[in-house]
């Protein structure tokens, strides 16, 4: 305790030079707020006292006016949001390939399932099964993450869903 005490009484003029030149600037940041908030009165007043009570008046009704015409916008804006958002949730957005081999004597996974999915799961899965002679494409229309027609393994792993189990009787 006894150092700190001493290390302030030996620098003792350094602290009251600092204080002092903090104590300046704050003079000044109070004497250009001070300005600015008399010009700013000033300018206020100015409006007022030269305006008549019709003068405010309009001054009120075109503010007014103003604030309607914002409005509207706003509520064309907000429509229009609406639109952009109900196209957006039927634009493509989900989109999966899965690659597989459609034959045991064909390797590299050269058949794929792709998948075209919007916002509701719906869209196309199209197929490609690839084979030494021959290959074909398959396309099926899918609804609510379900196909129109029987989907095979991959293409239900495709559109994210899982395959079905069935059982044979």
Excluded at 62 to 74: A, E, G, P, T, V
Excluded at 108 to 132: K, P, W
Aim: a neutral charge; glycine letters at 8%.
């Amino acid at each position: 305790m006894h150092q700190v005490v001493g290390f302030v009484r030996e620098y003792n003029a350094y602290f009251s030079m600092g204080l002092l030149a903090l104590s300046l600037v704050m003079l000044i940041c109070t004497a250009v707020l001070f300005g600015r908030t008399s010009r700013l009165a000033k300018r206020r007043n100015a409006a007022l006292v030269g305006a008549s009570a019709e003068d405010l008046a309009d001054a009120i009704s075109d503010h007014s006016r103003l604030i309607c015409d914002l409005q509207k916008r706003l509520n064309d804006l907000s429509s229009g949001q609406n639109m952009l958002e109900e196209a957006i949730s039927k634009c493509l957005q989900k989109t999966s390939v899965v690659r597989f081999n459609a034959f045991e004597d064909v390797g590299g996974e050269q058949s794929f399932a792709l998948s075209l999915l919007d916002n509701t799961n719906s869209g196309v899965v199209i197929s490609s099964l690839y084979g030494r002679q021959d290959s074909r494409m398959y396309v099926k229309n899918i609804v609510n993450g379900e196909g129109e027609r029987a989907l095979s393994e991959e293409e239900q792993r495709a559109i994210g869903g899982r395959p079905r189990k069935t059982t044979v009787a």
